[in-house]
């Protein structure tokens, strides 16, 4: 069986994605006179953890054969970036009557230095992951320090050009919402679940109506995007003047 896996969106598309990986392994299977009988892959799931879908159909598939199989992969990163989690999951496949295949190493080797070099291989692939993260974390810190919120956006906003911009057609009933909340039209949170402004708010992806609680409602009142503040203490950032323009006036946000 061949197994093939990428940790992105884009990777699926670009770079060594799964067809590459698939068509590498099936040149190896050919060469090897191997016969594939199936294929699994985890499209855009990362190697931090094997709770992945087509790895768990993999290992269902590997319990219901009564011989040995080959399970071909593209290298080790493919199969685990993970320490702990790639030697719990060999010892598994072994139990299935399972035998490990990298195009690259040699994981099932007795041998000592090709032991230590299996280690070595597991734990660069665990470093890496690691190391790309916090990179990416920092990079994400900086990026949200500068004012520019990299997060899914609020409800009434979206993304254009990286900048959050209001969308208009919810952002319209978010602002009417405000200003009656200002007024004293509505005196709790539970109150503007029924308003009319609330029950027009959209789902711009499923075009479908928000499913409104207590929660969504003090979040939208209580979000400082909507005046142009970005506000995240968790990074130790605290009401710093976003890059983008807010649609609801400070007076208004705090009234």
């Known amino acids: 069986v061949i197994y093939t896996r990428v940790s992105s969106q884009k990777q699926v598309i670009h770079g060594n994605g799964l067809d590459s990986q698939h068509a590498a392994c099936?040149?190896?299977?050919?060469?090897n006179n191997i016969t594939v009988i199936q294929s699994f892959q985890d499209a855009a799931f990362s190697g931090k953890t094997s709770d992945r879908p087509?790895?768990?159909?993999l290992i269902k598939f590997l319990k219901k054969r009564r011989e040995e199989t080959i399970v071909i992969f593209d290298d080790i990163s493919r199969l685990s970036r993970n320490v702990e989690d790639?030697?719990?999951?060999?010892?598994?496949?072994?139990?299935?009557?399972?035998?490990?295949?990298?195009?690259?190493?040699?994981?099932?080797?007795?041998?000592?230095?090709?032991?230590?070099?299996?280690?070595?291989?597991?734990?660069?692939?665990?470093?890496?992951?690691?190391?790309?993260?916090?990179?990416?974390?920092?990079?994400?810190?900086?990026?949200?320090?500068?004012?520019f919120w990299i997060f899914t956006p609020p409800v009434g906003m979206i993304f254009k050009d990286k900048i959050l911009y209001p969308d208009i057609v919810n952002s319209t009933l978010i602002e009417k919402i405000f200003e009656d909340y200002a007024l004293g039209k509505y005196l709790t949170y539970e109150s503007i679940i029924?308003?009319?402004?609330?029950?027009?708010?959209?789902?711009?992806?499923?075009?479908?109506?928000?499913?409104?609680?207590?929660n969504f409602i003090k979040l939208m009142l209580t979000n400082k995007l909507y005046m142009g503040v970005i506000d995240y203490p968790k990074w130790g950032i605290k009401n710093i003047t976003a890059s983008h323009q807010g649609f609801i006036k400070k007076d208004l946000f705090l009234a």
Do not use: W
Not at 120 to 135: G, P, T
């Open 194 to 214: 029924d308003s009319p402004e609330a029950r027009q708010l959209i789902n711009l992806k499923t075009n479908q109506p928000y499913s409104i609680k207590h």
């Open 26 to 31: 099936l040149a190896y299977a050919k060469e």
């Open 86 to 147: 790639y030697y719990m999951l060999k010892i598994q496949i072994h139990k299935c009557g399972g035998k490990l295949i990298s195009l690259k190493d040699d994981l099932e080797s007795e041998d000592p230095i090709n032991q230590l070099k299996e280690n070595m291989l597991i734990a660069f692939a665990d470093f890496d992951r690691k190391n790309n993260a916090q990179r990416v974390n920092s990079r994400m810190r900086a990026r949200l320090a500068k004012g």
């Open 54 to 57: 087509g790895l768990a159909d």
